[in-house]
């Protein structure tokens, strides 16, 4: 994503919502937060995405994680496009339990390097791809995946990362391939064996491999 990298503070845009006009920074406050793009309202795999993040938005708030969707529509698209949303989840009366921001202008597409070249509209104009950012109470990127338009996301993963996340950001470990929350977690290399022991009172297991090298080291939190 052009000049926007990990570990960047995230711009403080101001933009008008299906919930009025929000200062980013002011909406997350000292939550961490989700902004998940969508090419077009009114679509097949943009809706079915909207309709899971709602159905599980409840997983987001345990997690103490602010939800924002960004489509090019304008508000009044957003709205309409919301009662769709919610009436594929069986929940035609219910509100959709995060705010949309419009952005038919692209302006904020652009400058988040959201947009896919590949996929255009009608009018040949290059839709938004499926951009997911994550971020930190300290207004800070700490993870962005860029999906193209065609390709629907799997928010099982996404909150599955923002465990990965949250716990790394506490505590001195890192998360394995595939791991999920109860799994064994990886000490970071740069602990000494001895610091490990200090950190980690249930103990610290080494993994033998053919090097003799000792970096292989997993521990239960």
């Known amino acids: 994503m052009p000049g926007l990298l990990l570990g960047d503070e995230f711009p403080n845009f101001e933009a008008d919502t299906t919930i009025g006009r929000i200062k980013f920074h002011d909406f997350l406050g ?12 009114f679509t097949p795999v943009c809706t079915t995405e909207l309709a899971c993040a709602a159905k599980i938005s409840d997983e987001f708030k345990k997690r103490g994680v602010k939800m924002i969707a960004l489509s090019i529509d304008s508000v009044e698209d957003h709205r309409n496009w919301s009662k769709d949303v919610m ?3 069986s929940a035609a009366e219910t509100p959709l339990p995060f705010p949309i921001i419009a952005d038919h202008k ?3 597409s652009v400058q988040l390097g959201m947009l896919d070249p ?4 009608k009018d040949g104009m290059p839709l938004t791809a499926r951009c997911v950012f994550v971020i930190g109470p300290d207004k800070k990127l700490k993870l962005s995946i860029l999906y193209p338009a065609t390709t629907g996301r799997n928010f099982d993963e996404l909150l599955r990362v923002i465990d990965s996340l949250q716990l790394t950001a506490q505590k001195k470990v890192a998360t394995p391939v595939d791991w999920k929350p109860g799994d064994k977690v990886m000490v970071i290399p740069s602990l000494s064996d001895a610091e490990a022991k200090s950190l980690f009172p249930n103990g610290v297991t080494t993994q033998e491999v053919p090097s003799g090298k000792k970096y292989l080291r997993y521990t239960h939190i």
């Open 30 to 41: 000292n939550s961490w937060g989700i902004l998940f793009s969508h090419p077009r309202d």
């Open 87 to 89: 009436a594929y989840n």
């Open 106 to 108: 692209r302006e904020l």
């Open 118 to 121: 590949d996929e255009r509209d």
